[in-house]
C-alpha cells in the first residue's frame, strides 16, 4: 500500500499536468493545509471502529485517502461531482492496490436519491462541501442509526449548526476537536440516536 507521500506526489502531479484537484495556491501547503487536517479524523475515526465509510464530496480525496492510508475502516465510497477529480480517485485507487475503495461520479445528493443506500452506512466525512446542517441532512439519509458523521469546518462551524441542544432532532454533537495552528475544526456528531 502506498505512504501518504505517494498520495501527495500524484495530488501534485496531476494538478500539474491533468486538471485541478487543489488550487494552485495550496500546492506550497499541501501537508498542513490538506494533509494535515485531514489526519486529524485519524483518531476520531478509528475509536468509533467503523467499518464501512462514505465521503461526501471526496476532490482530491481529502480527507478520505489519508485516513484510508493511515488503516481507518474497512470499505470506502468515495463520491465526487466532477469527473476529472472522480477519474484521479479510481486512478490512484486501482494504481494504488487499495482495496475496499468505490469511487462514484455523481452529485452527492442525486447519488443518493438514486442509490438505494440509506442507512448503509457506518460513517461519513466531509471537508470543505456543503454547510453543516445540510450535510448532517444528507448524513442521516446515509448513515445507519448510531452512525457517526467527522465533519470538517471552519471558525463559524458554531454559527452554521445554530441550534441550542434541545432542539436538535435526530443527531447529537459529540465532540468539537480543534487542529492545532489553524482556525479548522471536526466535529464528530452521531446521527439517528433516541433522544
Not at 46 to 70: E, K
Not at 92 to 104: N, P, R, T
Not at 110 to 130: C, H, I, K, N, Y
Request: charge should be neutral.
Amino acid at each position: 500500500m502506498p505512504g501518504l507521500r505517494a498520495y501527495a506526489e500524484a495530488v501534485l502531479s496531476w494538478n500539474r499536468n491533468v486538471s485541478n484537484l487543489i488550487s494552485d495556491k495550496d500546492e506550497a501547503r499541501f501537508v498542513e493545509r490538506h494533509l494535515l487536517e485531514s489526519l486529524a479524523g485519524v483518531t476520531l475515526a478509528n475509536s468509533q471502529g467503523v467499518g464501512r465509510w462514505i465521503d461526501l464530496g471526496s476532490g482530491a480525496g481529502l480527507p478520505a485517502i489519508p485516513l484510508i492510508l493511515c488503516g481507518v475502516g474497512r470499505d470506502w465510497t468515495l463520491v465526487e461531482a466532477r469527473r476529472t477529480k472522480a477519474l484521479f480517485l479510481t486512478k490512484f485507487a486501482k494504481d494504488s492496490g487499495l482495496h475496499g475503495v468505490e469511487v462514484a461520479c455523481a452529485r452527492f445528493e442525486t447519488w443518493v436519491g438514486e442509490g438505494g443506500v440509506q442507512g448503509q452506512f457506518d460513517g461519513m466525512t466531509s471537508r470543505a462541501t456543503l454547510k453543516a446542517m445540510p450535510t448532517i441532512e444528507l448524513a442521516m439519509k446515509v448513515l445507519m442509526p448510531g452512525g457517526r458523521l467527522l465533519l470538517w469546518k471552519g471558525s463559524s462551524w458554531a454559527d452554521e449548526l445554530g441550534l441550542t441542544d434541545d432542539e436538535r432532532t435526530g443527531w447529537r454533537l459529540v465532540e468539537s476537536r480543534r487542529l492545532p495552528n489553524s482556525s479548522c475544526v471536526v466535529l464528530e456528531i452521531v446521527v439517528g440516536e433516541a433522544t
